[in-house]
């Protein structure tokens, strides 16, 4: 089977650094996403590992370790306009396309003045 | 460049009725995808089609249906509506490359948020 965990809610403090985590069980793995969603809008596509390591970007940086199936997003310098929710989400290959995302819950951030 | 364009953005509707929802993805992006996600949780994956062909379908019922036209637009369409159907329909878009290619990264158009009285 496939599944996603991740933290449902986190708070944390304007200027402060946060890490939301992700674990994951899938088969035919293609990458691990983070997406970013504000209220009533669309997710916008901030990381993708396919690699164990660290992918840095700004102020947003991702990590992966596929033999322990985990991820992080790692937000630096938070601002107010972080608080959204981030969505984990793992690739999955079946058939001939690779495109197949597997979300988790995602986890509602809180950014306090 | 014109993103993922969806329409329409919001639709009422009642049970047992149909809807069809349309789908507009980037230029040059031949694969479309449909998502739905219900407050409070992640986008379950509907459909993906590539090349106006079928690829995948989520667990859901044979009420859902797709296609996709030579221009590489998309239609979703729901019958027999349910009130558990109300739900924001995501349609995404991408190129599709190679196992690890970063073409395989999903442009998301803004939904089309269906509530079912």
């Known amino acids: 089977g496939q599944n996603i965990d991740q933290p449902t809610e986190m708070t944390a403090t304007e200027g402060a650094i946060v890490q939301i985590n992700c674990t994951y069980q899938t088969s035919g793995f293609n990458g691990l996403f983070w997406y970013q969603q504000h209220a009533g809008e669309a997710p916008t596509f901030l990381s993708y590992n396919v690699l164990d390591g660290l992918e840095e970007k700004g102020r947003f940086s991702s990590f992966l370790s596929r033999s322990k199936g985990y991820s992080y997003l790692l937000l630096k310098e938070l601002q107010m306009k972080d608080s959204a929710s981030y969505l984990c989400a793992v690739s999955a290959i079946y058939g001939g396309a690779t495109n197949k995302l597997i979300f988790g819950t995602g986890t509602l951030l809180a950014v306090q003045p | ?117």
Do not use: M
């Open chain 2, 1 to 117: 460049d014109a993103g993922v364009t969806q329409s329409p953005t919001h639709l009422i509707k009642t049970r047992g009725q149909h809807v069809t929802l349309r789908c507009s993805p980037i230029s040059g992006h031949k694969s479309v995808s449909w998502y739905q996600q219900v407050l409070g949780q992640g986008p379950q994956f509907i459909f993906q089609y590539y090349e106006k062909e079928e690829r995948g379908r989520g667990n859901f019922p044979d009420r859902f249906s797709a296609r996709q036209f030579p221009n590489y637009s998309s239609e979703l369409n729901v019958n027999a509506l349910l009130l558990g159907d109300s739900a924001l329909y995501l349609c995404a878009s991408s190129l599709v490359g190679g196992v690890g290619s970063g073409a395989n990264v999903l442009t998301f158009g803004a939904g089309s948020r269906l509530t079912v009285l």
